[in-house]
């Protein structure tokens, strides 16, 4: 077994962070840059990429399923490419605790294995501010969803995430991680008449930070609105749809929907 680099081909696993809220998406990057002064393949078998996940332990985790399988491709010499990987659904991750992983990497055309260095995440269990059952519309027979807001504190930041599970939350279908807030925020929740989760918490001193979330998990709408001579509030109307009253919205190229360039910056006010 050869160490992650070996006729100057490299691999390793890049993190955009390493603390993650339990049942939350857990994506990575595997990096590989080759420097062999010639194209190499990649893939072309099943396992031709392996993740070693292990527990505070060193205990290995049973792997629930395979992941996805990668057409072959070749890194051309003095390049790099980064591959995509989701931990969660594929591993028993749904403890609170430190973990590590690892992958290992076959590579018939230099005819070695590579095994990346151990890179440490961990888990812990948000505390829960607000609970609603709610059934999806139309659905037979009866179907019903748990909203849960949660909170938890990264490197001193406090966030806000959004559960989504079934009514005995034995099953989660999505945490969606909403933002972070100030610690005096009271984040307001509604559910409107399609089931689908509207959020408003204060992110800044005069900004605030909207979302509407699906009985299914979908982060569907993203705004910024900010204080202007009136607070942002939630407000259910008479015929159960859910609107931000007071304020005005601030248009940004990172909302949900994606707005058009020549909208960014815009100002809105509220109705």
């Given at each position: 077994m050869a160490p992650a680099t070996f006729a100057q081909v490299t691999a390793e696993i890049v993190f955009e962070q390493e603390h993650f809220l339990r049942s939350e998406s857990l994506p990575l990057r595997v990096r590989i840059s080759n420097y062999s002064g010639q194209p190499i393949q990649f893939g072309g078998t099943p396992d031709w990429i392996t993740f070693i996940v292990q527990d505070g332990n060193g205990r290995a985790l049973r792997?629930?399923?395979?992941?996805?399988?990668?057409?072959?491709?070749?890194?051309?010499?003095?390049?790099?490419?980064?591959?995509r990987a989701d931990l969660m659904p594929h591993f028993n991750l749904g403890e609170a605790g430190n973990y590590s992983v690892k992958a290992l990497l076959k590579i018939p055309?230099?005819?070695?294995?590579?095994?990346?260095?151990?890179?440490?995440?961990?888990?812990?269990?948000?505390?829960t501010l607000w609970v609603r059952d709610v059934g999806i519309p139309g659905a037979t027979p009866p179907v019903v969803r748990k909203y849960v807001l949660q909170q938890a504190t990264f490197a001193k930041q406090l966030r806000l995430y959004v559960r989504v599970t079934d009514a005995t939350e034995s099953e989660v279908f999505r945490v969606v991680s909403l933002g972070a807030l100030l610690s005096f925020s009271q984040p307001e929740a509604l559910v409107?008449?399609?089931?689908?989760?509207?959020?408003l918490f204060q992110k800044g001193p005069r900004s605030f930070h909207y979302s509407i979330v699906?009985?299914?998990?979908?982060?569907?709408?993203?705004?910024?609105?900010?204080?202007t001579g009136t607070r942002p509030r939630l407000q259910s109307t008479d015929d159960g749809r859910v609107v931000?009253?007071?304020?005005?919205?601030?248009?940004?190229?990172?909302?949900?929907?994606?707005?058009?360039?020549?909208?960014?910056?815009?100002?809105?006010?509220?109705?």
């Open positions: 792997r629930k399923a395979d992941l996805p399988a990668i057409k072959p491709f070749t890194v051309e010499s003095s390049k790099s490419v980064s591959l055309a230099i005819e070695r294995e590579l095994t990346t260095e151990v890179k440490l995440f961990s888990i812990i269990s948000g505390s409107d008449n399609s089931s689908q989760l509207h959020e699906t009985p299914n998990g979908e982060h569907i709408i993203r705004q910024t609105w900010d204080y931000v009253r007071g304020g005005a919205r601030r248009i940004l190229l990172s909302d949900l929907p994606p707005p058009r360039v020549a909208e960014t910056n815009d100002v809105r006010q509220s109705n």
